[in-house]
């Protein structure tokens, strides 16, 4: 009872299910997994989604790095709402397009039997690895720069369309991956 065994895979084991490749002409890497998953397709799904979150997560973290450091330059207090929502906003647009921005490079599976008290149990473990490059990043977060200028401009909020062309201008001189 709890032994588990591996009997069945797509194939031979990635070296990239160990290690995430380096970042390379451009374009970042990044392994979503999924263990112990009911089914193949919740594990493809899940491990997916594992991946995006990383990325979103990522560029979240740059992003507001790139804000703090702005919002203190400008002279913006930190709960300025003004600014505070168009940030949130933002971020939350960009994560939702990060979905189409990162491409599926690989997958790997392995369905594992487990005896356990009642019987014998399937379970999948997957690794998806995912890639998305530094230009295709940089017209995601120009995309969602772009509707909230917009928004801004019907709103005639100046201090936010302001700080979002200064943004926009850090986005397109910022350098997201490290080679």
Known sequence: IGQQRVIETSGSKPEWTVRTPA??????????????????EGAQIDARYNAVRQVAEMVG???????????????????DKDIGSVINDGLIMLSNAMVQGVKEIEKYYEKVEEITPQGVTYRYNCWVLVSISEDTLKKLINDVVDKQLEKARQEKNDKAIKFLERMKNEVNTAKYFQE
Do not use: C, Q
């Open 23 to 40: 970042t390379k002409n451009g374009i970042a890497y990044f392994v979503g997994v999924k263990s112990n998953a009911p089914t193949l």
């Open 61 to 79: 973290s740059k992003v507001n790095i790139d804000y703090e450091s702005a919002r203190y330059e400008e002279g913006i207090a930190k709960d």
